[in-house]
């Protein structure tokens, strides 16, 4: 599921694979406000993601899933599911036993973060099965100005959607684009000294537990509570594995070097989610 703090969500490829899985595709049919902005389909899977920014609701199809940690809050009764149950952690809300002929069918899976508790129980209730996965053609139009129709095509190659701020501190300006950045990009913001970084990642971020010397706190409205911590250099922050859906692997770091706790925290609520 997608998890907020330690972890949680989100996105795919935008546009289809030639392929499509074996099995049939479920997605919501009403989720109010909220548009397609990513989509994934290969031989084996598929991925959907739904936002308007701060509101994210994936849904997600495999031969395989991971089990989903939280606590029950309710169940829903789905026409081509049947009964799933609906689990809570932290700020991100998900669905357990969604599956089709047992533990060897098919496996579904659904996240939301950012979303009322009702909100996600109507989405889940609307499923249904859908001849194909669209492309996505939603667009935050406000977050990607600026940004080049070469370096967006560079983002969408990379199959994670960016996560985009939209404040900046005075003099900040995306410096650099890095689309071979592990499994997915990197984004550097700077003024010439401090930097701050947002990573992408289709593997996910992962790294040893360390004893931080210092910490801002961060109340996001798409992931809810972190924090972003201070190890050796009390200049530098960063928090891995923000993140992570279990069945699309994905997965979003943040880092920073000489920017105020201030600054910071001012970026990252900021963060929204941008089409392309």
């Known amino acids: 599921m997608i998890r907020a703090a330690s972890a949680i969500a989100i996105l795919a490829l935008l546009g289809a694979s030639n392929g499509a899985p074996p099995f049939p595709i479920v997605l919501p049919q009403r989720?109010?406000?909220?548009?397609?902005?990513?989509?994934?389909?290969?031989?084996?899977?598929?991925?959907?993601?739904?936002a308007d920014?701060?509101?994210?609701?994936?849904?997600?199809?495999?031969?395989?899933?991971?089990?989903?940690?939280?606590?029950?809050?309710?169940?829903?009764?789905?026409?081509?599911?049947?009964?799933?149950?609906?689990?809570?952690?932290?700020?991100?809300?998900?669905?357990?036993?969604?599956?089709?002929?047992?533990?060897?069918?098919?496996?579904?899976e659904f996240d939301a973060c950012g979303m009322s508790r009702t909100a996600f129980r109507d989405a889940v209730a609307s499923l249904g099965r859908a001849a194909r996965v669209e492309r996505a053609v939603a667009s935050n139009a406000p977050l990607l100005r600026g940004l080049s129709t070469r370096i967006r095509a560079a983002l969408r190659a990379t199959g994670v959607p960016?996560?985009?701020?939209?404040?900046?501190?005075?003099?900040?300006?995306?410096?650099?684009?890095?689309?071979?950045?592990?499994e997915g990009y990197c984004l550097t913001f700077s003024d010439g000294r401090g930097e701050i970084e947002i990573d992408g990642s289709s593997g996910g971020w992962g790294g040893e537990e360390e004893k931080s010397r210092?910490?801002?706190?961060v109340s996001s409205p798409i992931f809810g509570r972190f924090e972003m911590d201070?190890?050796?250099?009390?200049?530098?922050?960063?928090?891995?594995?923000?993140?992570?859906?279990?069945?699309?692997g994905l997965g979003y770091q943040f880092s920073s070097k000489r920017v105020t706790p201030r600054d910071l925290k001012r970026v990252l609520e900021s963060l929204a989610f941008g089409g392309f």
């Open 162 to 182: 960016a996560l985009l701020p939209s404040y900046l501190p005075p003099s900040y300006r995306l410096r650099e684009v890095n689309t071979s950045c592990g």
């Open 53 to 108: 920014g701060t509101r994210i609701f994936v849904a997600a199809g495999s031969e395989a899933a991971e089990d989903t940690a939280g606590t029950v809050f309710a169940t829903a009764r789905t026409a081509p599911l049947g009964t799933v149950k609906l689990v809570a952690d932290g700020a991100c809300l998900s669905t357990s036993g969604a599956e089709l002929g047992g533990a060897s069918g098919p496996q579904y």
């Open 214 to 217: 210092a910490t801002v706190d």
């Open 230 to 248: 201070s190890f050796d250099d009390p200049t530098a922050f960063s928090h891995q594995d923000i993140l992570q859906v279990g069945n699309a």
């Open 31 to 50: 989720l109010a406000g909220l548009h397609l902005i990513a989509s994934r389909v290969n031989d084996y899977s598929y991925t959907a993601t739904y």
